[in-house]
């Protein structure tokens, strides 16, 4: 970092190295697009060059970095709006505050269940069909593990507001993916169970230990 | 048997999910959150109520889901793009600027707020002074255009010419004195004599 910041090319490029895919899979997840996701992260990693001398080295470069890319992410869909943004969501949690969270998780193990594409589909489908906002969010609490405070003062607005925000996206993605488990497809049902079509213990349940259902997918880097 | 439970119940069971359990705005009147009651309260549905159970790992579930997708995508993107991302952010990279004049500018690139903030307040100074001026200037003052017109004392611009002094009662004297500074004429009365009642 101190390479860097003294103009060696070389210890930027190590940084760009080490941070452009997970700088990308931030921007991904807010832009919805390949292009644009790689021009976010490309202006991103320019823009930390040109202010390099600024960062005081309180946090991480990529603490520092993840802010650029977040905030260039959310310049690039308020630029290049290709649908009008409505809030639907927190519309209607305003007029639909009893909704709660659905009582049920997927079968299976999450990491094999990435490995179909029905369910990455959906994953895609659902992350689309989200508002910006509470897509944003999202992505900077699973992807980051950003604190709600963190968030709040990312999208500069209260922490309430992302409360919702984060409450109604899972949720929706929730009832999303529980859409596609609901009425598989054999190979689905194949995927999900590892061939084991029938098996009891693979059929979702509501009162089954959720530490048994949950491992995780891929360890956080 | 689960309860029943509604979206806000549910948001302190996402609380508890992040680790944030504690913050749910509006839990409390003076919105002072004790999060040791607030936790223990998650804690205690979650032991009686199994739908609860599921429902917090419902919500690791999608985030498993969500992280493990878009680091998939992110895999995805051949190498190559992103060598030619950074031969791209390399061509558009700055040079690190050396010399007297780069670090003038760079002093002047992190001051260049204060700098402004001086120019302007030094501008604005000199703003209230032209418009504060005196309209009319002081004629004790020359001015810029005085030198074109001839102020000197009388003395230095002519010798005075007396045609006629009458002086009755008494005599007068003219005295013409040139020096240095110029001519000088002095006038001289000299009264009579006189004795009242005489």
Known sequence: ???????????????FERYHRRAYALAFGVVRHQDDAMDVVQDAFIKAHKYLDKFEGNASFYTWLYRIVMNLAIDHLRKHRRVKPVELDETRFENDGDDPLLPRILGGNPGRALLDKQIRGRIDQALDELSENHRSVLVMRELEGLSYEDMAQAMSCSKGTIMSRLFHARRNMQKRLLDLIDNPSAELVDDLTGGRVGDAD?????????????PAARSRP | MSEPADARSDLALMEYADGETGGQPGGQPDGQIN???????VAARLARDPDARVKVAAIKQVGELVRGHLELSADAVHDAKFA????RIDDQ????????????????????????????SA????????????????????GR?????DVRPVALRATPEIDSLDTPGGSSTVINLDDEDGHTTVIWLTPADTVEGI
């Open chain 2, 35 to 41: 999060e040791a009651t607030a936790a223990a309260v």
């Open chain 2, 145 to 149: 255009n005085a030198a074109a017109i």
């Open chain 2, 84 to 87: 030619a991302m950074w031969r």
């Open chain 2, 123 to 142: 501008g604005a100074v000199a703003a209230l002074a032209l418009i504060l001026r005196p309209s009319t200037p002081d004629p004790g003052i020359p």
């Open chain 1, 1 to 15: 970092m101190l390479g860097a910041q003294r103009g060696d090319r070389d210890a930027f490029k190590t940084l």
């Open chain 2, 93 to 120: 990279l700055e040079q690190p600027a050396t010399g007297l004049w780069a670090r003038v500018s760079r002093w002047f690139d992190r001051y260049r707020g204060h700098v402004i903030t001086g120019a302007v």
């Open chain 1, 202 to 214: 693979d059929t979702p349940a509501n009162d089954e230990a959720p530490s048994q259902r949950t």
